[in-house]
């Protein structure tokens, strides 16, 4: 099993990123996958969501209004799109598989990705 995570890096306050996970290794249409994400010193906490269609998809408070999840099934992929990053977005993000919705608290996490650094700084 593995989740590949890419489109992390560095970028200004107000700019946008896109982060992309790619999995294999299991029959991706059947889980929900999510976005976790974990800040120095921090616990790891859930980013967004979305179920085994984009019929169900939750967003964490800090993400609401700023991120887009989307999932493209045919390409084993799911996407965030974030918009208006802040400083306080700077976080190590994660993919994840689970099979409990919403997909919101780690404990719910069947497989991990390895993570990307988002970095929001001037």
């Known amino acids: 099993v593995q989740l590949v995570e890419s489109g992390g890096g560095l970028v200004q306050p107000g700019g946008s990123l896109r982060l992309s996970c790619t999995a294999s290794g299991f029959t991706f249409e059947n889980y929900p996958i999510g976005w976790f994400r974990q800040a120095p010193g921090k616990e790891r906490e859930a980013v967004s969501a979305?179920?085994?269609?984009?019929?169900?998809?939750y967003y964490a408070d800090s993400a609401k209004g700023r991120f887009t999840i989307s999932r493209d099934n045919a390409r084993n992929t799911v996407y965030l799109q974030m918009n208006s990053l802040k400083p306080e977005d700077t976080a190590v993000y994660y993919c994840?598989?689970?099979?409990?919705?919403?997909?919101?608290?780690?404990?719910?996490?069947?497989?991990w990705g390895q993570g990307t650094q988002v970095t929001v700084s001037s």
């Open positions: 994840a598989a689970g099979s409990v919705w919403p997909l919101s608290r780690k404990q719910y996490v069947t497989y």
């Open positions: 979305i179920g085994r269609d984009e019929s169900m998809i």
